[in-house]
């Protein structure tokens, strides 16, 4: 099918499911680091793990790059978990699109500014969003993802042949001085073992602050779209998407609702009903809305999630499962574990399809994260006009 998606909610028909096979390590560098701080300093345990977040710049004669390791167990049922996505999506009538897999040699990659081992394509939805017919690979956050939308590239050069649009964000080149550190300068506490800094960067290849945007800061509303700006880095991003979708799309501007990421803080599940993580996050939206129907996330209790051990790293907070997927405006996929949510949602008049996916605190991510919706019916309404 051609490729169309303008919101979260229309009804599915096409969709890339991320892959977790061979993701058996974490590369703790200063773009993970940075990237993650928010739930690394607030959902660790950071006492019993004095190397789990060390400061930014390593001590003199140590290696800036270290690997933690995942548990083989936890990636062997990630997969059973994501097949299982997979085929609930499939009973569904939904197509299922996959990306290239990586072997468990780890590839190895480097530009002339920095060097990091690649990640498998698992949370397809930070490096690349559907505006339209067009696809947009965002310019990444975390340098062990830099070459990750290459495991795309076959299912999108698909949609291109179908007569879809395809843009690339520029490439960051990704130097220490890239970075805007002000967020986390401005939401860690002293007593926390980070020390964020503007260091200097004595790089050939330093250029300053570079545009750095995952797409899962992205929400999708038809003609209007929602952006959430942190930093100086997705600053310089959202000014290319407004010049870039300037003729097609309302772009509106939000202001630090979350670190990075903004679908574990609001989602739409239909139109003029949102899921919100509180009715602080609602207040901060735009005016328009601020009118819809809103029910709040329930807080998660700790049975919900798995016990996890001080070798394991623990990635997103425990929101996460607000990162839900819409099948239609009435049929979500939801976290089979939670059941509160799953009320909550049935109460609300949705049906709710339970999937099971025990590990998403470790890797990063839920449904929406996994997945990116190529094809849904619909097309550029205007749902916050009237």
Sequence with gaps: ???????????????????????????????????LHENISGDNNLADKPWLYPPFSPPAGADPRSRIRIAQRHVDELNEDIAGLVATLESLSVRVRRPMEIGPDVPEM????????????????DNAIIMGDEIVETPPM????????????????????????WSVMPRPIMTDGSFDFSYADGSVSPAEPLIPIARP??????????????????????????????????????????????????????????????????LPLRPGLLLARSPEIVDRLPAELQKWDRIYYPEPTPEVFPAYGNDDLVLTSKYIDMNLLSIDPETVLVNSSHTAMIKLLEANGMTVVPVQH???????GGFHCFTVDTVREGGPEDYFSG
């Design 201 to 266: 960067d004595d790089s050939p290849h330093h250029v300053g602050f570079e545009m750095m945007m995952d797409a899962a800061q992205i929400l999708r509303f038809g003609r209007d779209v929602l952006v959430n700006v942190s930093t100086q880095n997705h600053e310089l991003a959202y000014q290319w998407l407004a010049r870039h979708f300037s003729d097609r799309f309302r772009l509106h501007r939000i202001y630090r609702l979350s670190d990075d990421h903004i679908d574990s803080t609001v």
């Design 110 to 125: 480097a530009t002339p500014a920095w060097a990091a081992a690649m990640i498998p394509a698992l949370n397809v939805r």
């Design 1 to 35: 099918m051609r490729l169309n998606s303008y919101d979260e909610w229309s009804p599915l028909k096409e969709v890339i499911v991320g892959s977790g096979l061979n993701y058996t390590t974490h590369e703790r560098e200063l773009t993970f680091d940075m990237f």
């Design 358 to 364: 025990r590990h998403r605190r470790l890797f990063g």
């Design 142 to 165: 975390m340098r062990s993802r830099y070459f990750e939308n290459q495991l795309l590239k076959p299912v999108f050069m698909d949609y291109f042949e179908q007569g879809a649009r």
